[in-house]
């Protein structure tokens, strides 16, 4: 009768462990759903945090490659030698660079340059003002609409040629307007992006200045072996 009675406590305590482990099974399984949602959450949130860090490296590189620092590199340095080409104009006339005369302007613009109204002032001035600066319009790629355009605006006189966007490129020019300078010699005698008609005034003074053609590279020398005695 006591192990009997015994084995009756032994039987009770057994069902309260029994009890306890069926509550916690059942905690766990209610905290189940609960639990997976907060992991798959934060691997959501990790994936945001990683897109989104991703995307601001993206957005400094373009702001560097399109910001002023980058445009300001654009262009020409003075003294340099400017590509030479020879393009017929709209009317047909074959233009040429270096040109014939002490002075050539290159303007690098297409038909936005309507949106520019104190750089078609400068223009407008200079053609009027100096008749030995040839002014010529490049543009990346032919458009028909830039020669009535041009007209339209009072610029007439202003030839028009059609480039490449791999000439573009050896002009180290990629957005507009940008004007350069260009003497009979070749050598870019000012170069800079534009936006207002005191900057044309500005480079056109600058291209009256001299410059020095960039310095040569001086051969290096090899000692030759000493023949044998």
């Not at 509550?23 to 959501?44: I, L």
């Amino acid at each position: 009768m006591v192990i009997s009675a015994h084995g009756v406590g032994t039987s009770e305590s057994g069902t309260r462990g029994a009890g306890t482990q069926a509550t916690g099974v059942a905690a766990m399984m209610s905290a189940g759903p609960f639990a997976a949602g907060a992991a798959v959450s934060f691997v959501a949130l990790a994936a945001a945090l990683c897109v989104a860090a991703a995307l601001a490296v993206l957005a400094t590189a373009q702001v560097y490659l399109s910001g002023p620092e980058a445009i300001v590199r654009d262009g020409l340095a003075p003294g340099r030698q400017a590509p030479g080409w020879s393009l017929p104009d709209a009317s047909g006339v074959v233009r040429r660079s270096p040109p014939a005369g002490p002075l050539q302007l290159v303007i690098f613009a297409d038909h936005s340059l309507k949106s520019f109204p104190s750089v078609l002032d400068g223009l407008r001035d200079l053609v009027a003002r100096d008749a030995q600066l040839e002014t010529v319009v490049l543009l990346r790629r032919r458009s028909d609409i830039a020669g009535p355009l041009l007209q339209l605006l009072g610029l007439d006189g202003v030839r028009i040629v059609t480039g490449t966007p791999a000439l573009y490129a050896r002009y180290n020019v990629r957005v507009g307007p940008f004007a350069i300078f260009v003497d009979s010699a070749g050598l870019v005698r000012a170069s800079s992006l534009v936006n207002h008609d005191w900057q044309l005034a500005k480079l056109r003074q600058l291209a009256s200045l001299p410059v020095d053609p960039p310095p040569r590279a001086t051969p290096r020398w090899r000692r030759l072996p000493r023949a044998a005695a």
